[in-house]
């Protein structure tokens, strides 16, 4: 029976053995319970020691033995299931707070743009359209509409490689500035390659040299732009929404400190309007986050950075690309025949024969192609970009001249309503070199001008004049209205090239226009007074004949 009854303890090997428990020395005293635990169970198991009197007793003494044997062997193997379960917790409490007292590795906490958002909004919004500048449709239509300009023809040049050096050292100077602002961003990055572009893109632009593969290919880059046009439209409209905020916030300010001088039932008044707006400041301020989530307030500070940074790589190569200046990779290639638009080869029919330049500076593919190797490359186009001494933009009168030719051409339109003292102030305009001029040419003309068909020859030979010298005149003011001081951190609305302005014209061809449009507007000013007065002399003669025959 002894054996019988050892059939239950067969089963404590089911329980983890204690080497597998794994625990320390120091709980040693954890795992000393497990014999007590052992030998509570083996009293479940003693048989009863009372003696049978009669076979009746036996046969209930053995039913109550089977019982208690069956029951003992439950209880046994419930209690071991528990111990277990107990242990295995206890293990798992200390094998935690050991680990916890393990010193953590500090985890760095990535910054977010945050207010800088709108300052990077901007750079995006400049990005974008310098991009958008030197797509395959604008690069044409500056080869084929800029550059072939009736006035850049006859002032500027008609030296179509020199132009085109000009609007590649003004796209150079655009992303120069460009960089330059990013730049400084970078200085705030955690990344030690981005603190670094400043050093890394001015080897790129020099010599092409890109050890992080940060430029893009055309297919990313254009992916990029439609994700950075997005931020840039969601960051305006949280620059609005905070806007608003601002507003909302300082009118319950300002209910707030004149409520408490009001009376009780202008209080009880004032205090609901109060609710209602702080209510709606609640719903705001909500607008407001979910704008900071969608927008670049809540992106990561170097994953924006980053972003800025290859794409202005990518725009970099993009202009050595259209320009042929050096390698640059053939994956931003938009069409075979970028470059072919921009160069076109040196038998061109339509080319001009005799090439001239408005100053000194003289330019030819092969110094175009090798410019990059010995100065820098942003160094050599600011070169370009200076102007020639005997230009408008070396003299700082290209704007000023801009202002009188349009001004001029205001007149011409309407000649008969510029009084005198108008022209005196165009007269007080002019500089001395056009004053000389002027007066020279209008020697031997006489004061009579009646003859109507010398006023038409005029009026046309004005209007050819004006129209290949007004578009250069409105586009300078425009050029220079997108760079003032108050309009430098906007994107510019138009594609006016330098090269489409006065500011590389020639002085000398310039001053004998205006003098041309000045004589000619003389001419066609006293001719109309001349009509008008002698329209109410005619008026006033036929009045006073009327006055007499009524009198008479």
Not at 39 to 56: D, E, I, V, Y
Not at 323 to 336: A, D, E, K, V, Y
Not at 521 to 545: H, Q, V
């Amino acid at each position: 029976m002894c054996n019988a009854f050892k059939q239950p303890t067969s089963l404590t090997p089911s329980t983890p053995p204690l080497s597998s428990l794994s625990l320390q020395n120091s709980h040693s005293s954890i795992i000393s319970l497990l014999p007590l635990s052992l030998s509570l169970s083996h009293q479940f198991l003693q048989p009863n020691k009372t003696t049978p009197t009669s076979s009746s007793s036996s046969s209930k003494e053995q039913t109550q033995f089977h019982f208690d044997s069956n029951s003992a062997y439950t209880i046994q193997v419930r209690f071991i299931m528990a111990l277990e379960t107990w242990l295995i917790k206890v293990k798992t409490a200390i094998s935690n707070s050991l680990t916890s007292a393990a010193p953590k590795p500090k985890q760095i906490k990535k910054s977010n743009v945050g207010v800088l958002a709108f300052e990077i909004a901007g750079l995006m919004s400049k990005l974008l359209h310098l991009w958008q500048s030197l797509s395959d449709k604008n690069i044409t239509r500056i080869h084929d509409d800029s550059l072939s300009l009736e006035g850049v023809q006859k002032i500027v040049s008609n030296d179509q490689t020199f132009l085109l050096g000009l609007a590649c050292a003004e796209f150079a100077e655009n992303l120069r500035l460009l960089a330059k602002s990013v730049s400084r961003i970078t200085k705030k990055c955690e990344d030690q390659n981005l603190r670094c572009f400043e050093r890394l893109f001015h080897e790129f632009v020099n010599s092409g040299r890109d050890p992080h593969n940060w430029v893009l290919s055309l297919k990313e880059m254009e992916a990029r732009i439609k994700k950075m046009d997005r931020y840039v439209t969601v960051t305006a409209t949280l620059y609005k929404e905070l806007d608003e905020l601002s507003v909302l916030e300082n009118g319950l300010s300002k209910s707030s400190k004149y409520c408490k001088d009001l009376s009780n039932n202008e209080s009880s008044i004032k205090e609901q309007k109060i609710y209602e707006l702080q209510q709606k400041i609640f719903w705001q301020r909500q607008e407001v986050k979910y704008m900071k989530d969608r927008s670049l307030w809540n992106r990561s500070f170097d994953s924006v950075t980053l972003m800025l940074v290859r794409s202005i790589f990518t725009v970099s190569a993009r202009i050595r690309l259209v320009f042929g200046i050096g390698q640059c990779p053939s994956s931003l290639s938009r069409s075979l025949s970028a470059s072919a638009a921009v160069y076109p080869s040196d038998q061109n029919p339509s080319a001009p024969s005799t090439p001239f330049v408005s100053g000194p500076l003289k330019s030819s593919k092969l110094d175009h192609e090798t410019k990059d190797l010995g100065d820098g490359f942003f160094e050599s186009n600011s070169k370009l970009l200076k102007p020639p001494a005997t230009t408008l933009g070396a003299a700082a009168l290209a704007l000023h001249y801009a202002n009188l030719i349009i001004v001029i051409e205001k007149m011409i339109k309407s000649p008969q309503l510029v009084g005198v003292d108008a022209r005196d102030d165009l007269y007080a305009m002019l500089p001395s070199s056009i004053r000389s001029l002027l007066r020279a040419r209008l020697k031997g003309v006489g004061f009579s001008a009646s003859d109507p068909m010398l006023a038409g020859e005029w009026r046309e030979a004005l209007g050819r004049i004006l129209g290949w010298l007004s578009p250069l005149a409105h586009n300078m003011i425009k050029w220079q209205s997108e760079r003032s001081f108050e309009q430098q951190n906007l994107v510019p609305k138009t594609n006016v090239l330098l090269l489409q302005t006065l500011y590389f014209a020639n002085k000398e061809k310039t001053e004998a226009a205006i003098t041309e449009l000045l004589v000619g507007l003389n001419y066609i000013w006293r001719f109309e007074r001349e009509m008008t007065a002698k329209a109410l002399f005619e008026c006033t003669t036929f009045s006073g004949i009327l006055n007499v025959k009524n009198f008479s």
